[in-house]
């Protein structure tokens, strides 16, 4: 899964730096696509399930799954670029937030919150865990600070699947199972500054926020090992 995972870590820098004013979420889908089939690999999204681009490009008020398409991107928007790539039998998988330009004080704190519940995740992660402290962890952070957590989306094993068990709830649950040594999954939680009730576009994809709330997303391919987490995709 390594090789996979170095491969959507890059594209998913290539887009970061393409992140700014005026430029189209088209044109970052274009390059990343570009650079994932020159590394031999192929971008997972194109095509799973019929969904038309090679990477998702959230903005704003997106929660998940947006297409990349002709808006330029204006100063004071929030991105996430989600990029999956398949490589030697095993996909890889990582997301990340950009900001565009200047962004307000109060994106600048959701995507921050965003990030560390991610990482405050991951830190708990090792042998013997229950993988409903994912959630926990990230609940018992977030609960102070006011925001509200997706929960129509979660992170999910992946290896030889794009998508496949366990599932990985970012808020409190009471979800059986433990982490095993050898274990692959991502870790994705989405913060939203309203609430955080999602609504699906008529292009079978894209989710907003019912309330036009920004949302933010970070996200990173995992391995349980012996002795504690590999993250694959830092």
């Known amino acids: 899964m390594r ?11 290539l887009g970061g730096r393409m992140v700014r004013a005026g430029t189209t979420t088209e044109a970052i ?16 999204c194109l095509n799973y399930m019929g969904f038309p681009k090679s990477v998702c490009t959230s903005v704003n008020n997106v929660i998940a799954h947006g297409i990349p398409d002709t808006r330029e991107l204006i100063a004071g928007d929030i991105i996430n670029i989600d990029v999956t790539v398949y490589k030697d039998g095993f996909h890889g998988d990582t997301s990340a937030m950009f900001g565009v330009g200047k962004v307000d004080s109060l994106g600048v704190k959701l995507m921050d919150a965003t990030r560390e519940s991610l990482e405050l995740a991951i830190d708990m992660c090792g042998p013997g865990v229950p993988i409903s402290r994912i959630g926990e962890t990230i609940e018992s952070f977030v609960g102070p600070l006011g925001y509200s957590i997706s929960v129509q989306l979660t992170g999910h094993g992946v290896g030889r699947s794009f998508h496949q068990n366990p599932l990985i709830y970012h808020h409190a649950n009471e979800e059986p199972g433990e982490m095993l040594p050898g274990m692959a999954f991502t870790i994705e939680p989405i913060l939203c500054q309203g609430v955080p009730d999602g609504i699906q576009w008529p292009d079978g994809w894209t989710i907003v926020t019912e309330d036009g709330g920004r949302s933010a997303q970070f996200e990173h391919t995992i391995v349980i090992t012996e002795t504690g987490v590999d993250v694959l995709t830092a």
Do not use: C, F, V, W
Request: proline letters at 7%; a neutral charge; hydrophobic letters at 35%.
């Open 3 to 13: 090789p996979a995972s170095t491969i959507a870590r890059n594209a998913l820098a």
């Open 29 to 44: 889908d274009n390059e990343i696509h570009k650079y994932i089939i020159s590394q031999g690999a192929y971008p997972s």
